[in-house]
């Protein structure tokens, strides 16, 4: 039986890094930057406007929801291109707009099904603090199924990518994934946070590196999990 392992999947992201190391800082720096506008223009416009600023505002930052969706959908299709054919991919890759609101549509039922129950057991956290033992219970709960379902449905938005999946489907598909796989999928986190870790104590410099290695990393396990059945992971 097939085996997929923690190491060879970083392994694997460090070894796709070395082959065009340069070309990927770039395209994953571009990534990160168009990822995140806005966020950047909530920080810079924490101020009160009124009048037609407004207006512009509400305008900018419609286009920004555009251009974050498109930037995170162009990420998860440069990635698995550049997992499958490293040497091939382009910058051209991060332009993939296709399916917008099948993508957006996916996001927003996995934050529904991830955030939904862990709001309810926040809420009968907030109403039994006369009752520790229960209030304390659901926290608990809460942080449990918040880490359980970030795994089970940690292969959503490369799915509705790969394969311009609805996003019930890519949900559904995601959780057949990951079924019985809960460990060692943590593991694999767990290792991929310690080596952004390890690349943001680098003088942050490292996560220039770190990013583009994990990010590989992922689409691996990805890609391990997807082409066989019945995987064990070591």
């Not at 909530?42 to 930052?61: E, K, R, S």
């Not at 995170?72 to 707009?97: R, Y």
């Not at 959503?156 to 019930?168: F, G, P, R, Y």
């Not at 809960?182 to 680098?202: E, Q, S, Y």
Request: aromatic share 12%; hydrophobic share 60%; proline share 3%.
């Amino acid at each position: 039986m097939n085996t997929f392992s923690v190491r060879e999947a970083i392994r694997f992201g460090w070894e796709t890094f070395k082959k065009r190391p340069g070309f990927f800082i770039g395209a994953f720096f571009l990534i990160s930057i168009l990822s995140n506008l806005n966020f950047q223009m909530q920080d810079n416009n924490a101020v009160d406007f009124f009048g037609p600023q407004v207006l512009i505002l509400a305008v900018i930052g419609i286009i920004l929801f555009f251009v974050t969706i498109v930037a995170k959908m162009g990420a998860n299709a440069f990635l698995l291109k550049a997992h499958d054919a490293p040497e091939n991919v382009v910058f051209k890759d991060l332009w993939t707009p296709h399916p917008f609101w099948g993508f957006v549509g996916a996001i927003l039922l996995k934050w529904i099904v991830i955030s939904v129950p862990a709001l309810l057991l926040g809420a009968v956290a907030l109403f039994t603090l006369s009752i520790p033992v229960i209030s304390i219970l659901a926290i608990v709960l809460a942080v449990a199924w918040v880490v359980f379902a970030n795994i089970k449905y940690m292969f959503v938005e490369l799915i509705v990518m790969d394969k311009q999946a609805m996003s019930m489907q890519a949900l559904k598909e995601s959780s057949e994934m990951t079924k019985g796989k809960f460990g060692k999928l943590l593991i694999l986190m767990l290792a991929l946070g310690g080596v952004c870790l390890l690349g943001l104590l680098a003088l942050v410099v490292g996560l220039l590196v770190a990013i583009p290695v994990v990010s590989f990393a992922f689409a691996h396990a990805y890609r391990s999990l997807q082409s066989t059945k019945g995987i064990e992971l070591d």
